[in-house]
């Protein structure tokens, strides 16, 4: 009830993020933002997705828990990751413990960015979900994202009907 995996999918064109999938035993951390584009230069998505130091892997543990100060809260995201607070005021869940791992397609090529997220401090177990999480699992959930294509995106059948 206290943990979240979502899956975010890059976006080129826009040079952002669109949350693909998301599950939580918790109802309402399940469902979908209001947001429905996430930048791409805030938030531990940024930081896995650029910082080659990292290679494609983030654990933040240290987020101060907002029951205990919504200042340092909200401080902690705007210095760590870029997040204003007139936007992680909005935050339906709070994680204080975050694994954040670049997916990558067939090719090598990052395509996505799954985020494990829990409200308890040092909940999240890193062997664990390198063990569970495997290549195998990777693979399907890289399968899922090869099949989710936005209405908008370019595809060879309307390039053969467009105009120019």
């Not at 791992?101 to 062997?127: C, G």
Request: charged share 30%; glycine share 4%; hydrophobic share 35%.
């Amino acid at each position: 009830m206290q943990e979240r995996i979502c899956i975010y999918r890059y976006i080129e064109l826009e040079d952002s993020f669109e949350c693909v999938g998301r599950h939580s035993a918790h109802h309402s951390y399940r469902q979908s933002s209001l947001r429905k584009r996430y930048s791409s230069n805030m938030g531990i998505i940024a930081d896995v997705w650029h910082d080659g130091q990292l290679n494609g892997f983030k654990r933040d543990k240290n987020i101060p828990s907002p029951s205990l100060s919504k200042a340092a809260y909200y401080k902690y995201l705007k210095d760590m990751y870029r997040i204003p607070r007139d936007i992680s005021k909005h935050f339906r869940m709070n994680p204080v413990d975050i694994i954040a791992e670049v997916i990558v397609d067939t090719k090598n090529i990052p395509i996505a960015v799954i985020v494990f997220e829990s409200q308890r401090k040092d909940f999240l177990n890193e062997t664990a979900i390198k063990t569970i999480y495997n290549p195998t699992k990777k693979a399907v959930i890289r399968e899922a994202l090869d099949r989710v294509q936005r209405p908008s995106s370019p595809t060879l059948g309307r390039a053969k009907g467009a105009k120019l």
